[in-house]
């Protein structure tokens, strides 16, 4: 059983379905997830300064929820959320003073044994794409579809250890495993803009842009991501383009959900009333 | 770039090392942080610039910097740099002097409404007090 990690922009923009769809998924493809019994949110950036600790606070508390009820890991879903708790818990193993000053805060201890994971990362490791492929109900074949990382999800590459942060190939896998093509362009492990979205749209919008045009260039028909924010400044960017010209942008949760059935499994299983 | 011939006192150096727990002068100016940056046609000074400057000690100009406020912290130059200076980091350094104790960050967010909480709550934590 994981210990599941919302977050809290996967709850807030409900309107993307991503944790809908991502919970159906596990479910259809066998992974049991349980929520943990409270959470709070991560900070949403993970403090490069060395002497502040506070930002670290919420974090190890998760991760501390995670080890007290023994679960096998930590799911997130948001690439932020992963970033954030998966260098938290490489801080706390690996910085003696951060480690006690944050025991100091919480007057608790971590033990350090928590395994913070992404979605994609069990969709790799614990369900693997030949699994994925045997439970395609409606193949996407004919779909041409751009992949995009962003940040967070592989940068640093030494700490997260995810993906080849120059290379990655998940995503694609997967698209494959759907019976899709998986469109391969430029910029898709560069930055979105990131938070500029609240405070300098212009640098958000044309880093974004030059990301969408580049997919769109490459022949995609639709562009798909694992971070709420990316995707919000994927979609915003297009703002003053003809419907027509714009490129579709859609959690990577949307082409399995739909390829697996999911939907029509999800009901079927739903237990009878009695 | 011109470089005036001024320089700071020893103790932003300090600070900003006390900070961040680097060396601005182990940088070798290979560019390579700024040849990845995506965000540099918004600023006014390259990443290995703002390195160079912070080297030199001419941190008013540092401070000074729009580029500072550009950066997006997205880590590409941290991953890249061939000295482990991590250059994102380098410029939190930067600008948390700044925010700490020079006066407030520069930005206000214009643009709440709409916007994942995720983008609030990071340009809150990094670019304000
Ligand atoms: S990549 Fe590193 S060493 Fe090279 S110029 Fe940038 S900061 Fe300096
Ligand atoms: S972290 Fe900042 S300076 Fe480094 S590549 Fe990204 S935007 Fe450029």
């Given at each position: 059983?994981?210990?599941?990690?919302?977050?809290?922009?996967?709850?807030?923009?409900?309107?993307?379905?991503?944790?809908?769809?991502?919970?159906?998924?596990?479910?259809?493809?066998?992974?049991?997830?349980?929520?943990?019994?409270?959470?709070?949110?991560?900070?949403?950036?993970?403090?490069?300064?060395?002497?502040?600790?506070?930002?670290?606070?919420?974090?190890?508390?998760?991760?501390?929820?995670?080890?007290?009820?023994?679960?096998?890991?930590?799911?997130?879903?948001?690439?932020?959320?992963?970033?954030?708790?998966?260098?938290?818990?490489?801080?706390?193993?690996?910085?003696?003073?951060?480690?006690?000053?944050?025991?100091?805060?919480?007057?608790d201890k971590y033990d350090g044994t928590t395994k913070v994971l992404h979605l994609i990362e069990v969709l790799r490791d614990q369900v693997g794409y030949k699994e994925i492929k045997e439970h395609v109900a409606n193949s996407l074949e004919g779909e041409k579809i751009a992949t995009y990382y962003g940040c967070l999800f592989?940068?640093?590459?030494?700490?997260?250890?995810?993906?080849?942060?120059?290379?990655?190939?998940?995503?694609?896998?997967?698209?494959?495993?759907?019976?899709?093509?998986?469109?391969?362009?430029?910029?898709?492990?560069?930055?979105?803009?990131?938070?500029?979205?609240?405070?300098?749209?212009?640098?958000?919008?044309?880093?974004?842009?030059?990301?969408?045009?580049?997919?769109?260039?490459?022949?995609?028909?639709?562009?798909?991501?694992?971070?709420?924010?990316?995707?919000?400044?994927?979609?915003?960017?297009?703002?003053?383009?003809?419907?027509?010209?714009?490129?579709?942008?859609?959690?990577?949760?949307?082409?399995?959900?739909?390829?697996?059935?999911?939907?029509?499994?999800?009901?079927?299983?739903?237990?009878?009333?009695? | 770039?011109?470089?005036?011939?001024?320089?700071?006192?020893?103790?932003?150096?300090?600070?900003?090392?006390?900070?961040?727990?680097?060396?601005?002068?182990?940088?070798?100016?290979?560019?390579?942080?700024?040849?990845?940056?995506?965000?540099?046609?918004?600023?006014?000074?390259?990443?290995?610039?703002?390195?160079?400057?912070?080297?030199?000690?001419?941190?008013?100009?540092?401070?000074?910097?729009?580029?500072?406020?550009?950066?997006?912290?997205?880590?590409?130059?941290?991953?890249?740099?061939?000295?482990?200076?991590?250059?994102?980091?380098?410029?939190?350094?930067?600008?948390?002097?700044?925010?700490?104790?020079?006066?407030?960050?520069?930005?206000?967010?214009?643009?709440?409404?709409?916007?994942?909480?995720?983008?609030?709550?990071?340009?809150?934590?990094?670019?304000?007090?």
């Open positions: 059983m994981l210990g599941y990690y919302p977050g809290c922009t996967v709850r807030a923009h409900q309107n993307g379905n991503f944790e809908k769809e991502a919970l159906a998924i596990l479910k259809v493809l066998g992974i049991s997830v349980e929520e943990l019994s409270e959470w709070e949110c991560c900070g949403a950036i993970y403090p490069l300064t060395n002497d502040e600790y506070v930002p670290l606070l919420s974090s190890v508390r998760a991760l501390k929820r995670t080890e007290e009820e023994k679960k096998e890991g930590l799911l997130t879903l948001c690439s932020a959320c992963y970033h954030v708790l998966k260098r938290v818990n490489h801080r706390m193993n690996n910085d003696k003073e951060a480690k006690k000053r944050v025991e100091n805060y919480l007057d592989l940068r640093p590459e030494k700490e997260m250890e995810l993906l080849d942060a120059e290379n990655p190939g998940v995503m694609e896998e997967i698209v494959k495993a759907l019976g899709a093509e998986p469109v391969i362009y430029p910029y898709r492990t560069d930055c979105c803009g990131a938070y500029h979205a609240s405070d300098k749209e212009e640098v958000s919008n044309s880093a974004s842009l030059k990301i969408v045009m580049a997919a769109k260039k490459a022949g995609a028909t639709q562009l798909v991501t694992a971070c709420p924010l990316c995707k919000h400044n994927l979609q915003h960017c297009q703002k003053e383009l003809e419907d027509e010209q714009k490129l579709p942008i859609h959690y990577i949760t949307a082409p399995i959900y739909k390829a697996l059935g999911a939907d029509k499994k999800a009901e079927d299983e739903q237990p009878l009333a009695n | 770039m011109r470089f005036p011939t001024k320089t700071a006192s020893i103790k932003e150096q300090e600070e900003l090392a006390d900070i961040i727990q680097k060396n601005v002068k182990d940088c070798y100016q290979c560019l390579k942080c700024s040849a990845g940056c995506p965000l540099t046609e918004h600023m006014d000074y390259y990443p290995h610039q703002v390195m160079l400057l912070a080297k030199m000690d001419l941190y008013k100009k540092v401070f000074d910097s729009k580029t500072l406020w550009v950066c997006a912290s997205c880590l590409a130059c941290s991953s890249r740099c061939p000295r482990d200076l991590e250059p994102a980091k380098v410029m939190e350094g930067l600008r948390a002097m700044i925010i700490r104790k020079r006066g407030e960050g520069n930005v206000e967010v214009v643009n709440p409404k709409g916007v994942p909480r995720q983008a609030l709550i990071s340009s809150m934590r990094k670019l304000r007090r």
